[in-house]
């Protein structure tokens, strides 16, 4: 059963930095690929970054490319986020997912299938 806790959420002002970190358990970890998506008050999940189970390769959303790095610790079944240079728009709940459809980066990141199951998710939250 797929699980999954996140964490390093806060209030942080405009240009500042967060670290997310999500533990996943209940799945082959390294066979999957990982993401991290969020979700802003009256909106749908929004994908931010997902990286492979195979290579390491990643995707960015565009309005993140450049601020934020997503990596996956497969020792420690972790993906973090490190976000930098934080806009007010980047508030939400940060939430990580995992899939072993088949599908691309993209189209995880993108949202092309639906997910039955969320995790608490961390708030992240930056205003001055």
């Known amino acids: 059963q797929l699980r999954f806790v996140e964490s390093g959420g806060g209030l942080v002002q405009p240009g500042g930095s967060l670290t997310l970190s999500c533990t996943a358990s209940g799945f082959a970890f390294d066979a999957w690929h990982i993401g991290w998506f969020r979700q802003a008050p009256g909106q749908d999940h929004e994908g931010v970054s997902c990286i492979s189970s195979s290579d390491g390769s990643t995707y960015y959303a565009d309005s993140v490319t450049g601020r934020f790095t997503i990596s996956r610790d497969s020792a420690k079944n972790t993906v973090t986020l490190q976000m930098n240079s934080l806009k007010p728009e980047d508030t939400g709940i940060y939430y990580c997912?995992?899939?072993?459809?088949?599908?691309?980066?993209?189209?995880?990141?993108?949202?092309?299938?639906?997910?039955?199951?969320w995790g608490e998710g961390t708030q992240v939250t930056v205003s001055s």
């Open positions: 997912q995992a899939t072993s459809l088949g599908e691309s980066l993209e189209e995880m990141c993108t949202l092309q299938s639906p997910y039955d199951y």
